[in-house]
């Protein structure tokens, strides 16, 4: 079966503007996290979404929110992009949740702010 | 925030065992123990989890300390495309408060 995919693989931003990524998760699978990796700060947690509701969150600020819809597909958002925020961006889906399932990765979305 | 602790990188030859450590003194009684592992430019892949008891799987084995302030990942007989970093994350099956934390990860070198 298909895996978790997100879209866009690659984007650029100029730092102050806005991004919006997407993940579409596999299919029958109702929980749906993201999570930021960098160099730096390594991989990071942050949030998870189930049945459309936020349940569990990071430590991020308020500029990062994501939402899930009813077919499960989710969606992650930037405001006001910092030079920081540059990082790859993985969504990741499972059954129903996060403790004792298995979680399956996307490939991630590459996003670079200038 | 239960933490996890791994040595930065280890080594190991083809058709060796592998024994990656991982400590969590701070886990607590809800914690899962997972591990997942990471190619480059890939997302990371899960490998095995456990709550308390050792869990086999065609992967790996996952080896559980009585008190569970320590877990071990055993590679029964580590491949070159067992490169990789690997992860211990403990994941709290009761908070919502983010308990779900990386570290840095091993990176394991497998030799021809």
């Known amino acids: 079966k298909a895996g978790v995919t997100q879209t866009p693989r690659y984007l650029i931003k100029t730092r102050g503007q806005q991004v919006t990524l997407s993940c579409s998760p596999i299919?029958?699978?109702?929980?749906v996290s993201w999570y930021q990796q960098t160099p730096g700060q390594g991989l990071q947690f942050l949030f998870e979404?189930?049945?459309?509701?936020?349940?569990n969150k990071g430590n991020f600020p308020g500029r990062f929110s994501g939402r899930q819809f009813s077919n499960s597909r989710s969606e992650m958002n930037v405001s006001t992009l910092e030079l920081g925020d540059s990082a790859l961006y993985l969504c990741?889906?499972?059954?129903?949740?996060?403790?004792?399932?298995?979680?399956?990765f996307g490939e991630g979305s590459w996003l670079t702010v200038v | 925030d239960a933490k996890t602790t791994q040595p930065n990188s280890m080594e190991s030859n083809e058709e060796e065992p592998v024994h990656l450590p991982c400590n969590h003194s701070?886990?607590?009684?809800?914690?899962?123990i997972h591990w997942y592992r990471q190619l480059p430019s890939q997302g990371p892949e899960y490998v095995i989890h456990?709550?308390?008891s050792n869990v086999n799987n065609r992967m790996a084995s996952l080896a559980i300390a009585e008190d569970r302030k320590s877990s071990t990942l055993i590679l029964h007989r580590a491949t070159l495309r067992d490169a990789a970093v690997y992860y211990c994350?403990?994941?709290?099956?009761?908070?919502?408060?983010?308990?779900?934390?990386f570290g840095r990860g091993t990176q394991l070198t497998v030799w021809p």
């Open positions: 994350i403990l994941i709290d099956r009761g908070s919502t408060l983010g308990r779900l934390y």
């Open positions: 990741a889906s499972s059954l129903e949740g996060l403790a004792g399932n298995t979680i399956y």
């Open positions: 979404y189930f049945s459309e509701t936020q349940r």
């Open positions: 299919s029958g699978h109702r929980s």
């Open positions: 701070t886990i607590s009684g809800t914690d899962y």
């Open positions: 456990g709550l308390t």
